[in-house]
């Protein structure tokens, strides 16, 4: 196989499979991880020119870095690991709860990291290698909702600069992407979705795609190790008191 092979967590659906889908269209050979979404993951990777589907249980590190060893074995130009894979549920900052916190803290922030120092130590390309961490426009505008969420995405955050000066290679690369609202989440209603997809500096909806096209930048661009991009219209630039989520349905009781 002579296609630069990337890994993407979480690629079964949503954003991860719009990522996947990029990468493929682009010639790349996309590994598409899932958790329990087997059929999606399957029927995405039949629809990409050169796709596998792989299941892994983030919540298990150990055999996320078992995951990371074996493919290293068997893609010999693995250049990018996209850590999309994320658990997105509340509780506030009145009242952590304690699963929530444990869970998404496993699963968005230690997997992550552990997956990272796995492909930065087992994975093997000679044009360099790229981890890019999906982290949230949460980090430079918070709110007191999905509390547990946000700090895990915090702890994630901060890998990327650490990751960055312990990379071993000179062409090795550790990146941020941080989207902002892009499709519907937690358990909004199709109005309120709309609504507070524009709740942005720009007022207008960010699309999946431009999510897409700025990790095919990352992969393959010239950007400094170690930064974040924020892809959310400058959402992350405003000062929300609460999660849009929640805004829009205020502003439509209103």
Known sequence: MNRPAVLITGAAKRIGAEIARAFGNAGWHVVIHYGSSAEEAEALSSELPSAEAIHCDLADSDAGVALIKRLSQQLGDWRVLVNSAAIFRNDDVTALDSQTYDRVMRINAKAPARLAQAFLEY????????????????????????????????????????????????????????????????????????????????????????????????????????????????????????????????????
């Open 123 to 254: 994975a093997r390309s000679d044009a360099g290698r790229r981890v890019i961490n999906v982290t949230d426009q949460k980090l430079e505008n918070p709110n007191p909702d999905f509390f547990s969420y946000t700090m895990s995405k915090h702890a994630l955050s901060a890998t990327i600069p650490m990751l960055a000066q312990g990379a071993p290679g000179p062409d090795d690369r550790v990146y941020g992407l941080a989207p902002g609202a892009i499709l519907a989440s937690h358990d909004q209603t199709e109005e309120e979705t709309e609504r507070s997809h524009v709740m942005n500096l720009l007022e207008r909806k960010t699309g999946a795609s431009e999510i897409a096209d700025a990790m095919l930048f990352l992969a393959e661009g010239h950007l400094a190790s170690g930064q974040t991009l924020f892809i959310d219209s400058g959402q992350h630039l405003l000062n929300q008191p609460r999660d849009v989520i929640y805004l829009a349905r205020e502003e439509r009781a209103e």
